[in-house]
Structures are given as C-alpha cells and as structure tokens.
C-alpha cells in the first residue's frame, strides 16, 4: 500500500475502543443473570460440601452444625 494511503493508529485505536465499549454494554445486560446462575451455583457446591461432610461425620454435634448450615443454604437457595 502506498505511503499516507493506510489507516493511522489512531484509527484503529479508536475502532477497537469503541468495539470494547460497544461488548461492555451488551454483556452488561445479561450480568444480573450470570451473577444469579454464580450465585446458585456457589450455593450448590457449598451444600454438596455439607453433604459430603454429613456422610463422613460421626460426631453429633459437628453433624448437628452441618445440619443448620444445610437448612440456612436451603433456605437461601432460590428455587427454580
């Protein structure tokens, strides 16, 4: 390409500014979404967790620690 016919670096600069911008605002309006699916999902391992304990615990009291824990996660966890 010839010289002063090419597109400067500021063009481009600007271009992919502007595309990181324009990803930002789409992305912005599916994040309550992902911040919920986070959120349940985080919620899950945690009760897998206690669960795992629970079958592996044979003392009464930590098991009776790990079944409150388990009723407040399940109270937590949005059905659905």
């Known amino acids: 390409m010839a010289r002063g016919w090419g597109r400067s670096e500021e063009d481009l600069g600007a271009e992919k500014e502007q595309a990181v911008e324009e990803k930002g605002a789409g992305s912005s309006l599916r994040r309550p979404d992902a911040e ?45």
């Open 36 to 80: 919920a699916t986070a959120a349940r999902r985080r919620l899950e391992m945690t009760l897998a967790h206690i669960e795992e304990q629970l079958a592996k615990n044979p003392s009464p009291v930590r098991r009776q620690a790990l079944e409150t824990a388990r009723s407040e996660l399940l109270a937590r966890l949005p059905s659905g």
